[in-house]
C-alpha cells in the first residue's frame, strides 16, 4: 500500500529572538502539516479546497493563507477537512509544532535536523504502516 504525503510548514528557519517577529527577528514557533492521501483518492483534496476557493471567490492561482482567512473561511476549511476525514478514514491530517527557543544549540546549527526531527516525530508511524516486509524486498 502506497501513500502520498503533502506536507507544508508554517514559520522560518531563523533564530533571532532578540528583535521582533516580521520586524528583524524570527518565528517564535516552527509548524509543519501534513496531509496523507492514497494515490486513487488524490483528487479529494483537491477538490475540497477548489470548492473553498469558489465558494469565497478566493482569487486562483494564489495561495489563500490561514492568517489572511477570515473565521467564516477558517471554520469552513476546518470543517471540510473533518468532513473529507471522516468519510475517508485513509485520507489523515498530521500536525507538529516546535517552540524554537527550547530547541537545542547543536540541532540550530543545521536547520534540516530540525525539520527532519519534526517530521520523523510526526509521520514515522504512519510511513510505517505503509510498508510491508515484502514490498522492503522487491
Known amino acids: 500500500m502506497s501513500i502520498l504525503i503533502y506536507l507544508d510548514e508554517s514559520g522560518d528557519l531563523g533564530w533571532n529572538f532578540e528583535e521582533p517577529y516580521t520586524n528583524g527577528g524570527s518565528s517564535r514557533h516552527l509548524t509543519i502539516g501534513a496531509l496523507c492521501v492514497p494515490p486513487d483518492k488524490k483528487h479529494l483534496p483537491k477538490r475540497v479546497i477548489k470548492d473553498l476557493y469558489r465558494k469565497f471567490h478566493w482569487k486562483p492561482g494564489r495561495e489563500k493563507k490561514w492568517s489572511g482567512m477570515s473565521s467564516p473561511e477558517r471554520r469552513s476549511f476546518a470543517q471540510s477537512a473533518k468532513a473529507l476525514c471522516d468519510k475517508n478514514p485513509d485520507i489523515s491530517l498530521h500536525a507538529i509544532v516546535v517552540r524554537k527557543q527550547n530547541v537545542m544549540e547543536h540541532i540550530r546549527t543545521d536547520s ?5 526531527y519534526m517530521i520523523r516525530l510526526s509521520l514515522i508511524d504512519r510511513m510505517a504502516v505503509t510498508c510491508s ?3 522492503a524486498q522487491d
Open 112 to 116: 534540516n535536523k530540525l525539520y527532519n
Open 133 to 135: 516486509p515484502k514490498s
